[in-house]
């Protein structure tokens, strides 16, 4: 990414997540309804008993056109709680207690942050504290660079495809990646994601 799309991706950045920031409560209704919920129903429909009152933290990750999100729940959740006076809050790398939720002092919680592996997905954590729930600032990351590749196509041009890459070229004919190499290396990304997938 060059230097004018890194300021550009920040500022975006900055200014969604600080809109989402004052209107956290209207964020989490808006998860519930439209992630929540309807998990919790898909779940219970494979036989699992799951009521919306269990649920004490909950993370949504969001791979865009990749695969659908996926929803964990309590200890589903991979991230690590990070302190203003302390590095972690969790003490086992990656998992989150419920006895930690509840002693938690909110005040002094930063951030939620993702493990190594999972990195640049965008995602969003929320917990509930004391019969209150909290919701995290959202991790953008992938979603912000959609946003800009928006930009790019109204400006005629557009934005590579490949993971990682983000630099935006002309908009000439089917065009998806900026160079040979990002084609070759997406490539070979997806035909390997495929051989996983199929075992």
């Not at 709680?81 to 005040?107: A, C, F, Y």
């Not at 999972?118 to 929320?126: H, K, M, R």
């Not at 959609?146 to 002309?170: E, H, M």
């Not at 000439?172 to 190499?181: D, N, R, T, V």
Request: glycine residues 8%; hydrophobic residues 35%.
């Amino acid at each position: 990414m060059t230097k004018p799309e890194r300021a550009l991706h920040n500022f975006v950045k900055a200014v969604v997540t600080t809109a989402l920031s004052n209107a956290r409560h209207e964020l989490y209704s808006t998860v519930n309804e439209g992630f929540i919920q309807p998990e919790l129903e898909a779940r219970n429909q494979r036989g699992e008993t799951l009521k919306s009152e269990d649920i004490w933290v909950f993370q949504i990750m969001l791979y865009g056109d990749e695969r659908p999100p996926e929803i964990r729940f309590n200890q589903e959740v991979k991230a690590d709680m990070i302190g203003h006076s302390k590095p972690h809050h969790n003490r086992e790398p990656g998992k989150v207690s419920q006895q930690e939720i509840e002693t938690l002092d909110v005040e002094d919680l930063a951030k939620f942050v993702t493990r190594e592996n999972e990195v640049g997905v965008s995602n969003l954590v929320g917990f509930c504290h004391r019969g209150d729930w909290h919701v995290g600032a959202l991790e953008l990351n992938r979603f912000i660079l959609r946003s800009l590749a928006v930009i790019a196509n109204a400006a005629g041009l557009r934005t590579c495809q490949a993971d990682g890459c983000g630099f935006t070229f002309a908009n000439k004919g089917k065009k998806i990646y900026c160079s040979l190499a990002c084609g070759d290396k997406q490539r070979k990304k997806n035909y390997r994601r495929i051989r996983k997938m199929n075992g």
